[in-house]
């Protein structure tokens, strides 16, 4: 069983979930390796695979770097579990190429690997726990589009240039732009997934157009940036972001937004935990596992009201779309 010692206490929180207490001291280990504390996603991440391993009496021990690319860092807390020995791994790398070698590790020790979100260059992890982020853009457009009636002008918020998730979600956008020729492309511009960045591009956007019928933001900071513009300057567009956060959800409820992307680190995790689950009991598991794609608009927002660490896994087949 893993024991936490006191030079990897020091370099970050290594933490065991609440609600755990009751399993027993023998009871199997999953280590858990997610970037940085503030990360939303990362920390959906880690609560799904802890209610998942409370289910089946697991303990989870989080290892979590104190920046997201702190690539060295990561290294020597994986370098710390791999000699407390868990019986699982769930691991979201924080370089996908840079954290290749420490993962072999692991399976080279007969320790099986889950990978999560963010999907490794290289190694041989047991499994891969995704979301597709081109299709949850598309879906999301999609929807955008249709609360336009096909037609009209948009502006893009982009992520971050040359960041994988921000790339994959552009194209997304442009399948569906396609599949309405009468919806015009105004400017697609960068606002680093941040809400005040976006906020201010918008300011600036709007002076620049005087008829902007809808907004196609790769994320929900992004979306809410644009929102933040929108009302001061007496303007008003359909928006819609990626992520379903509970920020998003409530602006949907109040139809400030149309509709949000589920790109769900929660369900990552469950699923994640539970094919870790499975390859401690050597129980035979999904080489890929993309989750299915889902957007979240006014008809279907109950389910994402109630607080993340409140939610239940669903089950694998529930959750997947492969």
Do not use: H
């Not at 391993?53 to 920046?67: D, G, Q, Y």
């Not at 889902?294 to 993340?308: F, T």
């Amino acid at each position: 069983m893993m024991r936490q010692s006191a030079a990897c206490a020091a370099a970050v929180a290594i933490l065991l979930p609440l609600g755990l207490g009751s399993a027993p001291a023998d009871a199997q280990t999953i280590a858990v390796f997610t970037k940085s504390q503030g990360n939303p996603v990362a920390r959906s991440i880690r609560i799904g695979a802890e209610t998942a391993a409370r289910a089946e009496k697991m303990l989870v021990f989080n290892f979590i770097p104190t920046s997201a690319d702190n690539v060295a860092q990561q290294t020597s807390l994986a370098e710390e579990a791999l000699r407390s020995k868990p019986d699982a791994v769930v691991f979201t790398p924080t370089d996908p190429k840079a954290l290749v070698p420490i993962v072999s590790k692991f399976t080279a020790a007969g320790i099986p690997v889950v990978n999560v979100n963010d999907r490794l260059a290289g190694g041989n992890a047991a499994a891969y726990v995704g979301s597709d982020d081109r299709a949850i853009a598309r879906a999301t457009a999609q929807a955008l589009f249709k609360a336009m009636n096909g037609s009209g002008t948009v502006i893009i918020l982009e992520g971050p240039p040359k960041v994988a998730s921000s790339m994959a979600r552009i194209q997304g956008f442009n399948d569906a732009l396609k599949e309405f020729p009468n919806v015009k492309v105004l400017t697609s511009q960068s606002a680093n997934y941040a809400r005040k960045p976006a906020a201010d591009l918008m300011i600036t956007l709007l002076r620049k157009y005087p008829q902007i019928d809808g907004i196609l933001a790769a994320n929900d900071p992004m979306a809410l940036g644009a929102l933040d513009a929108l009302g001061p300057n007496r303007r008003t567009a359909l928006v819609v972001g990626i992520n379903a956060s509970r920020d998003a959800v409530d602006v949907i409820k109040s139809g400030q937004m149309v509709a949000s992307g589920d790109y769900n680190g929660f369900i990552e995790g469950c699923v994640a935990a539970q094919l870790a689950i499975r390859l401690i009991r050597k129980e035979s598991v999904p080489k890929e596992a993309i989750l299915r794609t889902v957007v979240v608009d006014k008809s279907n927002l109950g389910a994402y009201e109630l607080p993340v660490e409140k939610r239940a896994c669903p089950a694998i087949d529930a959750a997947v779309a492969n």
